[in-house]
């Protein structure tokens, strides 16, 4: 059965998200022992369909014309935005350039055709460009020096960003 959802707008740094149930994904209440760190648990869990990039984009295109935003909305509300959880947890690691600290973070990846087809639609209207990569769909389920979690725009930088695969959480 297709899960259909209400668009739920540009956040307030221009990104889209659909919001999941984290305990949907086993995020308990405590922290986690990973690779020697204590990992906080993700209060709120979400799958970034847009990044802030992308997003701001839109947001421009949306001010510039309304009936855009009106297209926009009624194709997300008409694409099936089901998923399914897998088992690959992945460990990211990236270096902040200006304090030095290191962000980390524990997701999992999620299967999603709809952001697929949503990113084949914007492509379609001239919003992005064509060789715009459709983000790793993942809920990012723990994070250490990274409240937010770590963005994750492409294929590409999953695999530059990952630094193991997660058998089993504690």
Do not use: C
Not at 6 to 35: C, M, Q
Not at 39 to 55: D, M, Y
């Amino acid at each position: 059965m297709p899960l259909r959802l209400k668009w739920p707008g540009l956040g307030p740094l221009n990104t889209l998200v659909i919001s999941v149930d984290r305990h949907e994904f086993g995020i308990g209440v405590e922290p986690v022992n990973y690779a020697g760190k204590l990992f906080l648990p993700k209060q709120e869990a979400h799958i970034t369909v847009l990044g802030s990039t992308a997003g701001s984009r839109l947001s421009q295109q949306f001010d510039h014309d309304s009936g855009i935003e009106r297209k926009v909305r009624q194709d997300f509300e008409d694409i099936d935005w089901r998923y399914e959880k897998t088992s690959d947890l992945r460990h990211l690691v990236r270096q902040q350039t200006n304090d030095g600290d290191v962000e980390e973070s524990i997701i999992m990846l999620v299967r999603m055709d709809g952001m697929t087809v949503f990113y084949k639609r914007l492509t379609a209207l001239g919003l992005i460009p064509a060789d715009h990569p459709v983000p790793p769909a993942h809920v990012t389920l723990y994070t250490h020096n990274s409240d937010p979690g770590i963005g994750v725009h492409s294929d590409a930088e999953l695999a530059e960003l990952t630094r193991g695969k997660i058998e089993h959480l504690a």
